[in-house]
């Protein structure tokens, strides 16, 4: 395997068709299958090995753009990777997959939590928490989903621990790293048997297109996921795909410019917070000391944080006095966001707002929040 971010432009060139550098936006549904009568084979009887996810026959399948992503994300992760249409697609197919009878989910996005829920109130599914308790009641076959960095603090939890926890009863590890996505965690290396990733965040990165992924380690789980996918619909669009593989080429250079300007902001807040009379705690992942973390994030932290502020109604306001913030849901963007979380998340801190960092110029963000901080 080449490095990772040649990887991120070239990840996919053996799946080119043509010799365009960008790969063209293939907007048909449907393909035909070969004019050699003899090359035509039934999709039953294939094995794994010869299953044709690079020949497109109909888009809610696969078609070349998808081809190209998955093929670039799976390079990345060193696993495969099955592209959905949107981050809770990939979350909703996984489950639909795995099929659990019991579910531990702690704290997570709100979106995947109300997953679970339908589980829940229509299959009879038993949801637990991540308490040492709960994972004592899990069986063969039950799921374990750990969100890390977690939304919307952007703190770690630590992988190895509920991989070692959820196997020692036979059950699976599912690690939705969307906050943390390559370069700066794998999941895989402490023990996750699925990452889910919405692509929607940093993936995308231009807060232009909605996707998510499943990557898995077996070749055998691809196969099954795409049969699943075909029937669910929720495959990535053809218009989404073409625009994440080309925001994918700039994700290692996004990513690491956001964490690193995500810590020294967070860094300028802990150490100046007399000055800043309104606000009250800061939450990173590198404020958190655990050993473990170094290991687990070696390149650097989540460019999600959050603060809390003297109170309900400062949060309110606060988006309203910045300058370069957008106040807006979703993160992983070129642009800096910051949310009042309660209007769209109703489990949180009234007083919380999220900020995802972006890639403007770190100074002109710090002076910005500080201005609206005091
Ligand atoms: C946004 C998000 C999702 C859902 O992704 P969509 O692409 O919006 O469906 C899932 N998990 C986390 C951690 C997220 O931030």
Redesign the pocket.
């Given at each position: 395997m080449a490095g990772f971010s040649t990887e991120l432009i070239h990840g996919a060139d053996s799946k080119s068709r043509v010799p365009d550098v960008t790969p063209p936006i293939n907007v048909s549904t449907t393909y035909s299958y070969d004019k050699d009568p003899t090359k035509l084979v039934k999709f039953a009887e294939l094995k794994v090995e010869d299953y044709p996810f690079d020949t497109p026959y109909y888009s809610r399948f696969s078609h070349p753009n998808s081809i190209n992503v998955e093929e670039t994300v799976s390079k990345i992760t060193g696993g495969h990777a099955v592209a959905y249409s949107?981050?809770?697609?990939a979350?909703f197919a996984i489950i639909t997959y795995l099929n659990p009878k019991k579910i531990s989910f702690g704290k997570?996005?709100h979106?995947?939590l109300g997953i679970v829920d339908l589980f829940v109130s229509k299959h009879g599914v038993e949801r637990l928490s991540l308490e040492d308790a709960d994972l004592e009641k899990l069986g063969p076959g039950d799921v374990v989903h750990l969100?890390t960095p977690v939304?919307p603090e952007g703190l770690n939890s630590n992988i190895k621990y509920y991989a070692e926890k959820a196997h020692a009863k036979g059950a699976l590890l599912i690690v939705?790293a969307?906050?943390a996505p390559p370069p700066l965690q794998d999941p895989f290396k402490f023990g996750a048997d699925y990452i889910?990733h919405?692509?929607?965040?940093y993936f995308g990165g231009h807060s232009d297109l909605?996707?998510?992924f499943i990557i898995t380690k077996h070749a055998k789980d691809k196969v099954n996921l795409f049969t699943e996918r075909l029937l669910l619909g929720t495959n990535i669009a053809n218009l989404e795909s073409a625009l994440l593989l080309r925001s994918l080429k700039t994700l290692d250079l996004r990513v690491r410019a956001q964490s690193k300007a995500a810590t020294e902001i967070v860094k300028y807040l802990v150490e100046n917070k007399e000055k800043l009379p309104k606000l009250k705690q800061v939450f990173h992942g590198s404020l958190q000391t655990d050993a473990y973390i170094k290991e687990q994030m070696p390149i650097g932290h989540s460019p999600v944080f959050s603060i809390t502020v003297t109170d309900e109604e400062t949060a309110r306001h606060l988006p309203s006095k910045l300058k370069y913030f957008h106040h807006a849901t979703?993160?992983g963007g070129v642009e800096s966001l910051i949310e009042w979380r309660a209007i769209s998340d109703s489990h949180v801190d009234p007083a919380l707002l999220r900020v995802s960092i972006g890639i403007e110029n770190v100074e002109d963000l710090i002076e910005d929040l500080a201005n609206a901080l005091s």
């Amino acid at each position: 395997m080449a490095g990772f971010s040649t990887e991120l432009i070239h990840g996919a060139d053996s799946k080119s068709r043509v010799p365009d550098v960008t790969p063209p936006i293939n907007v048909s549904t449907t393909y035909s299958y070969d004019k050699d009568p003899t090359k035509l084979v039934k999709f039953a009887e294939l094995k794994v090995e010869d299953y044709p996810f690079d020949t497109p026959y109909y888009s809610r399948f696969s078609h070349p753009n998808s081809i190209n992503v998955e093929e670039t994300v799976s390079k990345i992760t060193g696993g495969h990777a099955v592209a959905y249409s949107s981050g809770l697609g990939a979350f909703f197919a996984i489950i639909t997959y795995l099929n659990p009878k019991k579910i531990s989910f702690g704290k997570g996005y709100h979106g995947c939590l109300g997953i679970v829920d339908l589980f829940v109130s229509k299959h009879g599914v038993e949801r637990l928490s991540l308490e040492d308790a709960d994972l004592e009641k899990l069986g063969p076959g039950d799921v374990v989903h750990l969100e890390t960095p977690v939304n919307p603090e952007g703190l770690n939890s630590n992988i190895k621990y509920y991989a070692e926890k959820a196997h020692a009863k036979g059950a699976l590890l599912i690690v939705d790293a969307t906050f943390a996505p390559p370069p700066l965690q794998d999941p895989f290396k402490f023990g996750a048997d699925y990452i889910i990733h919405s692509a929607t965040k940093y993936f995308g990165g231009h807060s232009d297109l909605l996707a998510g992924f499943i990557i898995t380690k077996h070749a055998k789980d691809k196969v099954n996921l795409f049969t699943e996918r075909l029937l669910l619909g929720t495959n990535i669009a053809n218009l989404e795909s073409a625009l994440l593989l080309r925001s994918l080429k700039t994700l290692d250079l996004r990513v690491r410019a956001q964490s690193k300007a995500a810590t020294e902001i967070v860094k300028y807040l802990v150490e100046n917070k007399e000055k800043l009379p309104k606000l009250k705690q800061v939450f990173h992942g590198s404020l958190q000391t655990d050993a473990y973390i170094k290991e687990q994030m070696p390149i650097g932290h989540s460019p999600v944080f959050s603060i809390t502020v003297t109170d309900e109604e400062t949060a309110r306001h606060l988006p309203s006095k910045l300058k370069y913030f957008h106040h807006a849901t979703s993160l992983g963007g070129v642009e800096s966001l910051i949310e009042w979380r309660a209007i769209s998340d109703s489990h949180v801190d009234p007083a919380l707002l999220r900020v995802s960092i972006g890639i403007e110029n770190v100074e002109d963000l710090i002076e910005d929040l500080a201005n609206a901080l005091s």
